[in-house]
């Protein structure tokens, strides 16, 4: 089975690539992130003709979450806790999250806040997110030690150094920062593994060029975009790799999908 993550930036605008991407690649599951639209908006139809289920959660021209799935799509639901902090006045539960059961495999979409810059309330709010994530994610993984769980998307975070093009142009700013990065690693802590990075290593390997100042062609990039696996399920991952073609061509997303093949 193919599980990929891709951040779309906008679906409706991009819906042709999708399609494109999933008759070439297979993938037997795909996560998006920022669809921006409504659940009523998402283009749900081209995608049941070539038989993927959809969900989605989206409420506005913001964010949105969804899971793809042609091997299945069951116990839908929104949010994964409870308490999973709010933002906004009044504050609203945020479409950032969606997760579903597919063929087996708990499957999350996840659009972490951008945090804006250091020391912002939405910087705040991305760190209490992750906690909740991370507290969320280890209960789950506490009641249950085989369970296959994969945490997809764009996590907003470069773990590493070598994660962005020059460290020194991200000085004092989000993405980067040891609070979130420590976020991160408390997730990887919990159990779940970045089962893509084994398979690409080394610097200068991306997920996401900005549309700004020729980002792309000057190979000056970040790698944000993520699938961590629980123990079980990254056991099962035989390959891994990021999708760099598709971030060429006319009207792309500026994120590449990143996608794992799991036995």
């Given at each position: 089975m193919r599980i990929a993550t891709w951040n779309i930036n906008s679906v409706r605008s991009r819906i042709?690539?999708?399609?494109?991407?999933?008759?070439?690649?297979?993938?037997?599951?795909?996560?998006?992130?920022?669809?921006?639209?409504?659940?009523?908006?998402?283009?749900?139809?081209?995608?049941?003709?070539?038989?993927?289920?959809?969900?989605?959660?989206?409420?506005?021209?913001?964010n949105g979450v969804a899971?793809?799935?042609?091997?299945?799509?069951?116990?839908?639901?929104?949010s994964f806790a409870a308490d999973q902090p709010r933002f906004g006045e009044p504050e609203?539960?945020?479409?950032?999250?969606?997760?579903?059961?597919?063929?087996?495999?708990?499957?999350?979409?996840?659009?972490?806040?951008?945090?804006r810059e250091l020391g912002h309330p939405h910087y705040d709010y991305k760190l209490r997110w992750l906690e909740s994530l991370r507290d969320a994610a280890s209960g789950w993984?506490?009641?249950?030690?085989?369970?296959?769980?994969?945490?997809?998307?764009?996590?907003?975070?470069?773990?590493?150094?070598?994660?962005?093009w020059d460290m020194a142009v991200f000085a004092n700013s989000t993405h980067v920062s040891e609070p979130e990065r420590a976020a991160f690693r408390a997730i990887v802590d919990a159990?779940?593994?970045?089962?893509?990075r084994p398979h690409?290593?080394?610097?200068?390997?991306?997920?996401?060029?900005?549309?700004?100042q020729l980002s792309f062609p000057k190979r000056r990039g970040m790698r944000i975009d993520f699938l961590l696996a629980s123990p079980a399920l990254a056991a099962r991952v035989t390959s891994g790799?990021?999708?760099?073609?598709?971030?060429?061509?006319?009207?792309?997303?500026?994120?590449?999908?990143?996608?794992?093949?799991?036995?």
């Open positions: 042709d690539r999708v399609l494109a991407f999933l008759e070439r690649t297979e993938v037997d599951v795909l996560t998006l992130q920022e669809t921006k639209c409504r659940d009523d908006q998402f283009p749900a139809l081209e995608l049941s003709a070539m038989g993927y289920e959809v969900a989605h959660f989206g409420l506005d021209q913001w899971v793809l799935s042609r091997v299945g799509l069951d116990d839908i639901t929104t609203v539960l945020e479409a950032r999250s969606i997760g579903a059961t597919c063929d087996g495999v708990r499957v999350w979409s996840l659009y972490v806040p951008n945090g993984l506490a009641d249950d030690a085989q369970a296959q769980v994969v945490l997809t998307g764009d996590w907003n975070i470069a773990p590493e150094d070598d994660d962005v159990g779940y593994a970045d089962v893509v690409t290593p080394g610097p200068g390997v991306y997920t996401y060029w900005d549309y700004k790799w990021i999708e760099r073609e598709e971030r060429k061509g006319k009207g792309p997303s500026d994120h590449a999908p990143v996608v794992i093949e799991i036995v």
